[in-house]
C-alpha cells in the first residue's frame, strides 16, 4: 500500500519584528549610536524566537520571520553598492507606488483617505511646486558592499532552526525587478536587470549552500498595473523583462530547490485592477524556479484554483497556494483551510502542493498572537486534507 499523501506547510517570510528588534531598530533611525555586539545580540534571539514560534504551531518549512531587515524591499540599501541619492531627472519613470496607488484612489479615494493616514501611503501625486525629490538611484556598477550581513542571516536562522528541532528551512531573497532603484547608469533597463540578477545570484547561492530552500520575492511581476497608470501592454512588458532577470540570476541553480513569490500586494486595499491570475499564467510558468507561490485565500483571489482545470502545471513544478488571508484578522477554521488545500489538490494533485499564507504580514495589519493563530489553523487544515485526501 502506497504511504498517505502529507500536505506540508509553509509561510511568505515577513512575519512581525519582536519588541526589543523594534526598539533598536527606531534608535537606528533616530541616529541613535547602537552597540553593534548589543544588536547582534537582538536579531539572533530574535530569530530563535520566531522560529521557535513556528515549529510551536505546526509549520513545516520556517524561516527567520526576516527579523534583521527592516523590510522585505528595502533591505539591501546597505548591502549592495553602486547606489545613491540622487536628484530625480526630468521625465523619470517614478518608483513603484510613488503616486499612491493611483489607480485604486481614483476609483475609491474615500478608502484611501484613512489608509493614508494608516499607513503613510501619499495622499495625492506630488505638487509641481514641490522641491525636486531626491531618489535611490543607480549610478555606478552594482555590487556587494556588505555581504557579511546576508552570511549573519544565513547563520542565525540554520543556528534557530537546528536548536527549534525544524523540519526544513527556507530564506526570503528579493527578485531584481523589485528592487532596482531608478537606473542612472546601465545604458538600458535589460542590462541593468541583469546585473542587478548576477548581484543577487550570489545572495541565491549561498541560501542554498546552506541547505535552505529559497524564495525570491517578486511582487514586481504582478503590481505594476495596479499601481501604476499603464496600459495592460506596458504591464506586460515589464513584467517580461523581470522574468527574463529571475531566470538569468537562477540560470545555475537547482529549480527544484527555488519558488517565486508573486502577489498583488500585502495591504487590505480594494484591489480591484489586480491582473487576474489566468491573464500571466503562461507567463509565471515561463520562470525557471519549480515552486510558484501565490495568494488564493483572500477575497479577490479566492477562486483562481480553477485556473489549474484549464492550465496543465508542468511536471517539473509546484504550487505554494496561500489558504490563509494575511490581511485580516479572521482566523481561519481548520475546515475551511483543508478545502482551499483540497481544491487545488484535486487538480494538480497533493504530492504538488505545499500549503501557505497569501502574504508576508508587513503592514501590521494583524495582530501578533492572531498570525500564530492563524498558522496553527494552517497547520491543523494540512492534517485535515491530507487525512481526507
Known amino acids: 500500500m502506497a504511504e498517505p499523501t502529507r500536505i506540508r506547510t509553509t509561510h511568505v517570510g515577513s512575519l512581525p519584528r519582536t519588541p526589543a528588534v523594534n526598539a533598536i531598530n527606531l534608535e537606528r533611525m533616530a541616529g541613535a549610536t547602537v552597540d553593534e555586539a548589543a544588536y ?5 534571539e530574535a530569530v530563535a524566537e520566531v522560529v521557535r514560534h513556528q515549529v510551536d504551531a505546526g ?3 520556517v524561516n527567520d520571520g526576516e527579523q534583521s531587515k527592516p523590510s522585505f524591499f528595502n533591505y539591501h540599501f546597505g548591502r549592495l553598492s553602486g547606489f545613491e541619492l540622487h536628484e530625480r ?5 517614478l518608483p513603484v507606488g510613488a503616486l499612491g496607488f493611483e489607480g485604486e484612489r481614483l476609483d475609491h479615494p474615500d478608502f484611501f483617505e484613512g489608509f493614508s493616514r494608516i499607513a503613510g501611503v501619499q495622499a495625492q501625486a506630488p505638487d509641481p511646486s514641490d522641491p525636486p525629490p ?4 543607480c549610478v555606478a556598477p552594482v555590487a556587494w558592499s556588505d555581504f557579511s550581513q546576508v552570511e549573519r542571516d544565513i547563520a ?7 536548536a527549534a528541532g525544524a523540519e526544513s528551512v527556507f530564506m526570503t531573497a528579493i527578485s531584481p525587478g523589485t528592487y532596482a532603484p531608478l537606473n542612472l547608469y546601465y545604458a538600458s533597463e535589460e542590462e541593468y536587470l541583469f546585473a542587478l540578477g548576477d548581484a543577487l545570484s550570489r545572495e541565491y547561492a549561498a541560501i542554498l549552500d546552506a541547505g535552505f530552500s529559497l524564495q525570491i520575492d517578486a511582487p514586481d511581476l504582478t503590481t505594476e498595473y495596479r499601481l501604476r497608470r499603464i496600459t495592460m501592454d506596458e504591464h506586460l512588458e515589464h513584467m517580461d523583462l523581470c522574468i527574463a532577470a529571475i531566470n538569468h540570476a537562477t540560470r545555475d541553480l537547482p529549480p527544484e530547490r527555488v519558488r517565486v513569490h508573486v502577489c498583488w500586494g500585502a495591504d487590505e486595499a480594494p484591489h480591484h485592477r489586480d491582473i487576474p491570475l489566468q491573464d500571466i499564467v503562461d507567463r509565471l510558468l515561463g520562470m525557471r524556479p519549480a515552486g510558484l507561490s501565490i495568494p488564493g485565500a483572500n477575497g479577490r483571489h479566492a477562486h483562481e484554483w480553477k485556473v489549474w482545470r484549464d492550465v496543465k502545471l508542468p511536471d517539473d513544478k509546484f504550487l505554494v497556494p496561500g489558504v490563509i488571508d494575511s490581511t485580516t484578522n479572521i482566523i481561519e477554521h481548520p ?4 478545502q482551499r488545500i ?4 484535486s487538480v494538480v494533485g497533493p504530492d504538488r502542493v505545499l500549503a501557505s499564507i497569501d502574504c508576508g504580514y508587513a503592514y501590521n495589519q494583524v495582530a501578533t498572537s492572531v498570525i500564530w493563530a492563524k498558522m496553527r489553523s494552517l497547520a491543523q487544515g494540512a492534517e485535515l486534507a491530507s487525512a481526507r485526501i
Open 335 to 338: 475546515d475551511a483551510v483543508a
Open 40 to 44: 547582534e545580540r537582538v536579531v539572533s
Open 342 to 345: 483540497a481544491d487545488y489538490a
Open 59 to 61: 509549520i513545516s518549512m
Open 89 to 93: 531627472p526630468e521625465g523619470a519613470k
Open 134 to 137: 531626491q531618489d535611490l538611484c
Open 156 to 162: 542565525n536562522l540554520k543556528t534557530a532552526a537546528d
